[in-house]
């Protein structure tokens, strides 16, 4: 079956390191997007991208960067410039125009300690 | 440009109540409208969408949803809650111009469904 796949499910690392989160779709989406979700804040976009060797500054990039080499992959890099990491991060790609939404990844709960 | 707003953070149902969730929207072309769903720590699920078909949407889990041009809104509803509707709840509104997919989300609506 398609779908996306974030992993890994819960990561911890130490204040001043960076991580990055994995993010594939195998659903030959052209769209994917990288959201941070904190509690009461909704979703909050980071970066997306509309097509291969592209990709956009969302409303909080700050501290993030994204690379897209691939047409199935969207990996996430949280730096070190980040002030406050601990967060949901979530995942999710779609068909570059259309209707038909977006389809999420289960998410990267990521505590910076 | 659009947005979406969601009257009311927290709802709470009992158990066979109604279940009315609020969406507001504001587009200045015909919009694309989505209700997805969130269980804890999980990701989003799409429970409807509106694309200017019918203007009363049926989705999954027993949901529907009716778009109201003349009042800009695209509230969610189901007849009769169960205890495992219990979630947070997102309207969403597809970008101006349809050039792309990108969706403008609102903040959210957390549900809870009493016994």
């Known amino acids: 079956d398609g779908g996306i796949t974030q992993s890994p499910k819960y990561l911890f690392r130490k204040e001043g390191q960076n991580v990055t989160l994995s993010c594939e779709q195998n659903?030959?989406?052209?769209?994917m997007y990288w959201y941070r979700q904190d509690p009461g804040q909704g979703l909050r976009l980071i970066y997306y991208?509309?097509?291969?060797?592209?990709?956009q500054k969302g409303d909080i990039a700050e501290g993030y960067s994204v690379s897209r080499e691939k047409k199935e992959s969207f990996p996430l890099t949280v730096t070190s410039a980040q002030k406050n990491p601990t967060a949901f991060y979530l995942c999710?790609?779609?068909?570059?125009?259309?209707?038909?939404?977006?389809?999420f990844g289960s998410g990267t709960r990521l505590t910076v300690v | 440009a659009q947005s979406v707003t969601q009257l009311g953070s927290h709802v709470s149902v009992s158990e066979g109540a109604l279940v009315l969730l609020r969406c507001n929207y504001s587009?200045?072309?015909?919009?694309?409208l989505f209700w997805y769903v969130q269980y804890p720590n999980q990701g989003l699920q799409l429970l409807l969408k509106?694309?200017?078909?019918?203007?009363l949407v049926k989705g999954i889990n027993g949901f529907e949803a009716e778009f109201k041009k003349s009042e800009t809104s695209f509230h969610l509803t189901k007849p009769s809650a169960h205890m495992s509707d219990a979630a947070e709840y997102f309207c969403?509104?597809?970008?101006?111009?349809?050039?792309?997919?990108?969706?403008?989300f609102g903040t959210g609506t957390l549900l809870a469904v009493q016994p």
């Open positions: 659903l030959n989406h052209d769209a």
């Open positions: 999710a790609s779609s068909a570059r125009a259309g209707a038909g939404g977006y389809t």
């Open positions: 587009s200045s072309v015909p919009p694309y």
């Open positions: 969403a509104v597809r970008e101006d111009g349809g050039a792309t997919n990108k969706l403008i």
């Open positions: 509106y694309t200017s078909a019918a203007t």
């Open positions: 991208s509309q097509i291969v060797n592209d990709f």
